[in-house]
């Protein structure tokens, strides 16, 4: 496992320390071997030159490499939260742990990220399970009306469609889209015609009536457009009340 930041700059100073007491040692042993007074005097200088230098050179590295372990610790710890404001919640924080190996301020910080994305996985689980009730609610509802009920994008794709109006068009399925859609009969076509242009133009419908061409059937279509927050048409939801033998008004 890899030493943490803090147990290596421990280990640099220790090493430091070490020197310095190298240093004391060479300049005492010199001092005691030293009989001639010039020799000695030459001997002194040239040890604590080079000692001082080495201790010099070394104190440099200390100040520098330091803050750059620290610094690349950091930034791929940086890296991991910009991914997870990105909304990326599935980074694989326990690799890094691993890598990071004892680096308890920076693990610290990473389990408790872990812990946050647990939370905000447990709740968007809560909030994906709210809504998949609300949504089977709606359209267990909308499956006891009598009329027809259609929701669909504005390009034509159905996104739902009641029990009323799959038992009257048996080939009316989600995910398919409405100009696909085969009908033999021409006034099953002019009503799914007047959607889709509805559809096409961003316009509401009301109680827009479409006899057979015999009279002897009639739709009565109602529609609401969608529009997104920039107020631009996404889609509409319709309803489609189906009378028969209708006689013209």
């Not at 027809?148 to 399925?173: E, F, W």
């Not at 479409?210 to 997104?228: C, E, F, M, Q, W």
């Amino acid at each position: 496992m890899k030493k943490s930041i803090v147990g290596r700059y421990h280990l640099f100073w220790a090493v430091l320390m070490g020197l310095i007491l190298l240093q004391s040692a060479v300049l005492f042993a010199i001092t005691l071997r030293g009989r001639e007074l010039d020799s000695l005097v030459n001997d002194l200088q040239t040890a604590l030159i080079l000692s001082v230098l080495v201790i010099f050179i070394y104190s440099v590295v200390i100040y520098n490499i330091v803050p750059l372990m620290l610094k690349k610790n950091l930034r791929r710890t940086e890296k991991l939260i910009s991914e997870i404001t990105h909304g990326n919640y599935d980074v694989d924080l326990d690799a890094e742990i691993r890598e990071l190996g004892s680096d308890r301020e920076i693990i610290g910080l990473l389990e408790g990220l872990k812990q946050m994305l647990r939370s905000i996985h447990g709740f968007d689980q809560a909030k994906e399970n709210k809504i998949y009730e609300h949504d089977q609610r709606i359209k267990q509802l909308i499956n006891l009306l009598p009329q027809g009920v259609i929701i669909a994008l504005n390009n034509g794709d159905i996104s739902y469609c009641n029990d009323t109006l799959r038992r009257r068009y048996p080939s009316l399925v989600e995910c398919l889209n409405i100009r696909d859609l085969r009908l033999k009969d021409e006034f099953d076509q002019r009503v799914f015609s007047k959607l889709m242009e509805s559809l096409n133009h961003g316009d509401n419908l009301y109680d827009q009536r479409i006899p057979s061409s015999d009279y002897h059937k009639l739709t009565i279509l109602n529609g609401a457009i969608v529009r997104n927050a920039a107020g631009d048409s996404i889609g509409g939801v319709y309803t489609l009340s189906f009378s028969e033998h209708a006689k013209q008004d």
